[in-house]
Structures are given as C-alpha cells and as structure tokens.
C-alpha cells in the first residue's frame, strides 16, 4: 500500500514537472533548432526556466487542557510534522508564471491527510498593461493575515478562503492592487464552523448550502508611503441557507521611519467583520461575529521585504528568509454579537500570543530556523456551562524549520 501511494506521488510530480515546464510555441522552435547533444550538463534550456523549493517544520505542541470543551480534562502534548512543502515554480515567458505546491501536514496525529496540491496557480501578466489574470487554487485575495508567530491569527483561522477561483486585477500608482474574484461554494463559513473559535455542537448551520459559482470577493491594496505604510481591504459574499453571507476585511501594515530602533518596530492589524449572515439552526435573527487582531513585531531585516501576508506559500516563504530575527506580541479579540447568550454555547473570547524566529543558519536560499509562541486563550461561557467548560486555555509552540 505505502509502494502504491509512493509511487502515485512520484507519478503525481513528473507530471507535474512535465507540465510546468511547458515552452511557448517560440521558445519551442528555438530550442528544436539546437542538437540534442549540445544541451549541456544542466540539461535542456526548459530546465533552466523551473526552480523547486520547499518547506520542513516539526513541531512540539503542548496545551494546558486538552478539550477546553471538558472542565478539567488534562494537559495534553504532542509532536508531529506539521508542514512539509514542495513548490515548483516555472516562467514559461515574461507574461505568464505557473505555479503548484504539494502539501502534507499534521503527520503523526490523527488529522493527518494525504500528499495533496495545496496551490497550482497561473497567472497572466498582459504584456503593456496593467492588467492581470490568476486562475487556480489558492488562497484566495481576502485577508492578509501577517503572522511573525508559530499559529494562525484568529482572522485567517476563521476567515481563510482557500478554493479554486479566476480573479482579475489592476495595478496602479502606489503599488496600488485591485481585484475581483469568482469562486465556488461557502468556504469562508465552512472555515468559520472549522475553526474551533465556536461551539459547533450547539451552533450550527442550517440547509445544506450551495456549490454553484455565487462567491465572489472584491480586494484592494495600495501603500501611500513607500515600505512605512499599507492599506488593504476586501469585501466577501457568499450564498447561505436564507440569506447570503457578506463579511468586509480593513487592515494596515505600518512601519516607523528609518531612525535607529524605531525603523524595525512594524504593526499590523487587521479586522474583519460580517455584515450580514444566515440564520442558524434553532435560532432567531443574524449574528454578525467579528474578529479583530493586533501584531506588534521587531525585526531584524536581511533583505528587501517584497510582499507581506502569510496565506501563500510565497509569503511565508520570503518572511524566512528577509527576516532572520522576529520578537513579535500579538492579541486578538472575537466579537460574537450575542450567539453565545442565544445559543447558550461558549466561543473565544480572546486572546493573547508571544514569540519569536530565529534563523540559526543561513546559506542563500536555504535557512534553517527555531520558532517559539506561547499563548493564553480567554473563553466566553454561557453560564448554564461553567460547570462542564473552561474558561481559559495556555499553549507551547514549538519549531524546528527549513527552508530551501
């Protein structure tokens, strides 16, 4: 069975790697027109235009309480490989970049999953134009999610998109990004019910949902002040059970000016809030939740930061290797807007993180790398369940990475 399941992967990447590599019809003539003996020792000129990276954490997880669902249940630990990555990257020309991410995570527990395609991306930058085309699974453009620390914020643990979807885009002065986005489905409430910020087993969705191409995000970045200052914003919608789900995302990234310790302090926060919701099984009225979250980083730089945000694999990889050194506060805040008292349930209330990255090698593309964040979770019971779940939880994360 493990023969069979190896060699479907190793199947799976030749293909891949067969695929990406594809040339444009001129590139193709031009490279018939060469001897096969002259290639090289690098191999054919196709080669030259994919690169492979990737990324190995293990982990060391340790909880206060195993199932905050249980008044008193014990500490738990545990130690896994939480994420192991293959990128491979391929510029067919100037104009037209693919992409695809193989992705296995949480090995060694029980939530651990097969090797699957977590990205596979093309994108379409039209020549002499500010336009653009993305099409491909991915995590889609709602939310940023900046994250110098070991786990998720709340708002991508509550609000990521990750789905197949075509988005087009503009670019423009001020590293001005605008785009729109079609999608399928109800991820965002499908991610809201799995994010274990909620009591799903007596908050729940009603009707079966839809699967029709009826999502739709529309997003928005630009930076005002050149690497001191950027803005974002999205607005989401998707169809519910009576009503569609519409939830809008602020944020901002700010650095001080470059004046000595100042220059490497960066805040950033993000909110996003619904605007209007489906009603829940059992209950009355829309329960328009909100999560808000507040980073506070100093950074030691090593190189030019070219993006931020940590929902594609490209982020989090450039956050690697430009910043060797990270102390980072974080708190979070999750407005339920009542659904706790209505549904006499219990929900995270709030939360406080603290950690840091060190890269302890460094070698080009290649860093290997230490990551710590202790956390306290603060939970919002209904009263009727003081007896039977905690209020608070403390967490250890710890992790051991590299990156090629």
Same mark, same amino acid.
């Given at each position: ?52 990276? *990737?990324?190995?954490? $293990? ?18 630990? !545990? ?18 970049? *693919? ?77 001005? !990004? ?9 991820e965002l409430m499908d ?15 009603? $009707? ?33 059970? !009576? ?19 100042? $220059?490497?302090?960066?805040?950033d926060a993000e909110y ?62 999750? !407005? ?69």
């Amino acid at each position: 069975m493990h023969a069979t399941r190896r060699a479907a992967l190793l199947a799976a990447l030749v293909f891949m790697l067969f695929v990406l590599a594809g040339h444009p019809a001129e590139a193709a003539h031009e490279a018939a027109r060469l001897p096969e003996a002259e290639e090289g020792p690098e191999g054919p000129p196709w080669m030259k235009r994919v690169r492979l990276t *990737g990324i190995f954490e $293990g982990d060391f997880v340790w909880r206060e309480h195993g199932d905050v669902a249980e008044k008193g249940s014990e500490s738990s630990s !545990d130690l896994l490989v939480s994420t192991v990555e293959l990128g491979v990257e391929a510029d067919f020309v100037d104009w037209i970049q *693919g992409f695809a991410l193989l992705l296995a995570e949480d090995l060694g527990t029980e939530e651990a999953a097969g090797v699957t395609f977590d990205e596979v991306i093309l994108t379409l930058d039209f020549p002499r134009t500010p336009f653009y085309a993305t099409m491909g699974k991915r995590a889609l453009p709602f939310g940023v999610f900046e994250n110098p620390l070991v786990s998720d914020p709340m708002t991508q643990d509550a609000y990521e998109v990750n789905q197949v979807g075509l988005t087009a885009g503009y670019t423009g002065p001020w590293h001005l !990004d605008l785009s729109f986005t079609a999608y399928k489905g109800e991820e965002l409430m499908d991610h809201l019910f799995d994010s274990g910020l909620l009591d799903t087993g007596r908050i729940r969705r009603a $009707g079966d949902g839809s699967d029709a191409v009826e999502s739709f995000i529309a997003s928005a970045m630009l930076s005002p002040l050149k690497e001191h200052v950027i803005l974002f914003g999205g607005f989401l919608s998707e169809p519910g059970s !009576d009503r569609r789900n519409q939830t809008v995302d602020v944020g901002a990234s700010l650095i001080p000016p470059d004046v000595p310790l100042l $220059g490497n302090l960066k805040l950033d926060a993000e909110y996003m809030k619904a605007l209007s919701r489906e009603t829940y099984a059992g209950l009355d009225g829309q329960f328009r939740e909100g999560v808000l979250s507040v980073t506070l980083s100093y950074r030691f730089i090593l190189r030019e930061i070219r993006s931020i945000g940590s929902s594609l694999y490209r982020e989090r990889r450039e956050f690697i290797l430009t910043q060797p050194v990270v102390l980072a506060v974080r708190y979070e805040h999750f !407005d339920d807007d009542g659904l706790v008292e209505a549904a006499r349930a219990w929900a995270v209330r709030d939360r406080m993180s603290a950690g840091g990255h060190y890269s302890f090698y460094e070698d080009g593309s290649i860093s290997a790398y230490v990551e710590a964040e202790y956390r306290m979770t603060g939970i919002k019971v209904h009263p009727s369940l003081r007896d039977a779940v905690e209020d608070e939880n403390r967490e250890l994360f710890l992790r051991l990475g590299l990156t090629f």
